[in-house]
């Protein structure tokens, strides 16, 4: 990184995306890595080429439509010998928010942006972690806290709404540190995906209401 970087302008703490392609864009799984790459200080295409283990080229699409959709920008460029330019980019905020405008719900069909969404949440964080256990990088034979073992937990329970309200306020604050850690070269990439809403499921009375359902 050249000095003049050290004194770019940091990312926004928060950017509402408000439009349908730019959401799509932003859920792809690539450009989610990409963005990734890039969230903590700016990065060439070559950089994040090297990180992801993939050829610069297969990325130049990709970072096209992330800065077209102000998702990411350039905040630098170093001349090289040759009159070759290297291009700095990084992550335009540091939270991006879903426009509530763009939630639609269909009850008729899965034909909606909230499927959408679902799908790509849910669906990628099936694919990441069947692909992490085939690649030997969550043992199952350990438990948590350990960094090589896997949390899966799912909780049902009655909550009056001052509680739902801090509790959303935990999360989203866990999610912001989360995402805020300085992390180098030689740090795994761990996911996390979290869920709160009013659930449908009808349940019975017992003495465990509201213990967490271990599903390791």
């Known amino acids: 990184m050249t000095d003049e970087q050290s004194n770019i302008s940091q990312p926004d703490d928060?950017?509402?995306?408000?439009?349908?392609?730019?959401?799509?864009v932003y859920f792809d799984p690539m450009r989610t890595r990409i963005m990734q790459e890039m969230a903590h200080h700016p990065r060439t295409v070559q950089q994040i080429a090297e990180a992801l283990n993939v050829p610069f080229t297969r990325l130049y699409y990709h970072i096209k439509m992330l800065e077209k959709h102000n998702l990411i920008r350039m905040v630098d460029v170093k001349r090289m010998p040759g009159a070759i330019e290297e291009k700095y980019?990084?992550?335009?905020?540091?939270?991006?928010?879903?426009?509530?405008?763009?939630?639609?719900?269909?009850?008729?069909?899965n034909n909606d942006s909230l499927e959408f969404i679902l799908q790509?949440?849910?669906?990628?964080?099936?694919?990441?972690?069947?692909?992490?256990?085939?690649?030997?990088?969550?043992?199952?034979?350990?438990?948590?806290?350990?960094?090589?073992?896997?949390?899966?937990?799912?909780?049902?329970?009655?909550?009056?709404?001052?509680?739902?309200?801090?509790?959303?306020?935990?999360?989203?604050?866990?999610?912001?540190?989360?995402?805020?850690?300085?992390?180098?070269?030689?740090?795994?990439?761990?996911?996390?995906?979290?869920?709160?809403?009013?659930?449908n499921m009808p349940y019975e009375e017992s003495d465990d209401e509201g213990e967490l359902e271990d599903i390791t």
Do not use: C, W
């Open 120 to 199: 790509n949440v849910f669906d990628e964080t099936h694919s990441d972690i069947r692909k992490s256990l085939r690649a030997g990088r969550i043992d199952m034979s350990v438990t948590p806290p350990h960094p090589k073992s896997i949390l899966a937990r799912r909780v049902v329970a009655r909550l009056p709404e001052n509680q739902v309200v801090q509790f959303h306020q935990e999360l989203l604050d866990l999610l912001k540190r989360y995402r805020s850690v300085d992390s180098s070269s030689e740090d795994a990439y761990y996911g996390v995906t979290v869920a709160l809403y009013p659930s």
């Open 14 to 24: 928060e950017l509402v995306i408000r439009d349908l392609e730019a959401m799509k």
């Open 89 to 109: 980019y990084q992550v335009t905020a540091r939270l991006y928010v879903i426009d509530r405008a763009l939630l639609t719900f269909d009850p008729e069909s």
